[in-house]
């Protein structure tokens, strides 16, 4: 029998795709896990604002660091280190409220080690992937976060119920060890680095560096060029760049607080378990699913077809995402049954990860050589998004509470979902005035 050839840039966009399917099964799962130990523990709002944010700080100083790491020594290695790290911690470390310095610790060392998986992940599907691919590669690779959190989101409240919040560590770690493996028996540094012909095949438009060595092959005679330094100063000067970086902020501020405080929102706002809502608490992540790679599939589309431009498409995109998204956000307090809350939040998140084929995507527009090192600095505002969101949530409801203001009433959340919804519009306009689908970076 004739076998099947898979090529081997989808083998690595699919195992792309598993591999932050599985970082967001950790993330929600420490959250879900976290939330059920502290109310057990009666710990207050503030505080679990505080441990749910720690894992930010870890992950904003490893973002730069990250695509740094992955443009010397190789996004491949990175990302099966990144892996190993976080998974060794989730094992050994015990969930338990009272031992606070532990978990704030943990959550530093995980945060750290999975900081540094996007910016590889940019840089080895910059060397993979041509540039009619991209839209819908990257958004299947983003995509996997809001897979693995629907999957989590689902599945995870039961282990807590049935066995322990414990368990949700060892099913994390288990996870982190089996795509490890994966990983390392599959992937495979990019072919143009063995074959004279792949870049006209297809492979990425430029010659990133896969080695740490500092120089890199080039097929011409047999000769060897150095690597070019890496620009600092013009990407950080850079005004697309920055529109990509106040996006992404936005994006992460209303994705964490959502992912953090929604089963906090359920379970006191409207005095209803997870346990209780079956399938239904899945529903946003899933929509976040099917909204990425339908973006991903149309901003191919639109650009391969020259229908639009790559920058036209890119602002078409980002500004639909974020304007339905705000709207839906603002609008989410007023709901108080769980089949309203479920479906603003669905909105509000699918049209986020629409929003994805616009700046998300825009790293490789503009710097595909340099693609891992953007992500980095990008993906630093959004987790200093997390860092500000998560705990700012937490102080919004203890002095909503201070206020006499009790948490079933929508008063007390509506600042919650006013913030991110007001930073999607200023966001928007900010992407339609400044970005630009052009290379910029050579």
């Known amino acids: 029998m004739k076998r099947t050839y898979i090529p081997k840039r989808y083998v ?19 959250s879900i896990a976290y939330t059920a130990a502290a109310d057990a523990a009666g710990v207050n709002q503030s505080s679990k604002g505080m441990i749910l944010s720690t894992f930010y700080y870890g992950y904003a100083c490893s973002q730069v660091p990250g695509g740094w790491a992955a443009q010397k020594i190789g996004g491949r290695r990175i990302l099966l280190l990144s892996f190993v790290l976080w998974s060794l911690t989730c094992t050994f470390v015990p969930l338990d409220p009272n031992r606070v310095t532990l978990l704030v610790i943990a ?45 989590g989101m689902l599945v995870l409240p039961s282990l807590v119920k049935f066995w322990s919040p414990q368990s949700v560590f060892l099913a994390e770690a288990a996870l ?62 850079s005004v697309p760049v920055w529109a990509i970086v106040v996006n ?77 998204a705000s709207f839906a956000l603002m609008a989410l307090p007023i709901f108080r049954t769980p089949g309203g809350v479920v479906f603003c939040s669905s909105v509000a998140l699918g049209f986020l990860a629409l929003g994805r084929a616009g700046f998300a995507v825009n790293h490789m527009d503009i710097a595909p050589r340099y693609a891992g090192i953007v992500m ?48 999607c519009i200023f966001s928007s306009f900010v992407f339609l005035l400044f970005c630009t689908g052009e290379r910029i970076f050579d």
């Open 107 to 151: 959550r530093l060392l995980i945060g750290v080690a999975q900081g540094f998986i996007f910016p590889s992940i940019h840089t080895v599907l910059a060397q993979w992937v041509p540039p009619h691919e991209r839209s819908r590669s990257v958004s299947l690779t983003t995509s996997g976060m809001y897979f693995g959190a629907a999957a």
């Open 376 to 423: 980095g600095v990008s993906n630093t505002a959004g987790t200093l998004a997390g860092i500000v969101g998560v705990d700012l949530t937490g102080r919004l409801l203890e002095g909503a509470k201070s206020s006499q203001l009790d948490l079933t009433s929508p008063a007390s959340w509506r600042a919650v979902f006013l913030i991110p919804g007001l930073l």
């Open 12 to 30: 690595i966009v699919i195992l792309t795709f598993i591999c932050t399917s599985v970082c967001y099964v950790e993330r929600v799962g420490f």
């Open 248 to 324: 992404n902020f936005t994006f992460h501020y209303a994705l964490y607080v959502l992912m953090n405080w929604l089963p906090t929102y359920f379970e006191l706002g409207l005095q209803l378990s997870l346990q209780e809502m079956g399938s239904s608490k899945m529903m946003p992540y899933f929509n976040m699913f099917l909204f990425s790679n339908i973006g991903g599939v149309i901003a191919d589309h639109l650009i391969t077809r020259r229908i639009l431009s790559v920058t036209r498409t890119r602002k078409l995109l980002n500004t639909i995402g974020f304007v339905v």
């Open 176 to 237: 982190g060890a089996m795509w490890s493996l994966l990983w390392f028996k599959c992937a495979s540094d990019p072919p143009r680095s063995e074959h004279p012909k792949a870049t006209a095949a297809g492979f990425g438009e430029s010659l990133l560096p896969v080695e740490g060595s500092g120089r890199m092959k080039v097929e011409n005679g047999g000769l060897s060029i150095r690597t070019p330094k890496i620009p600092w100063k013009k990407i950080i000067l």
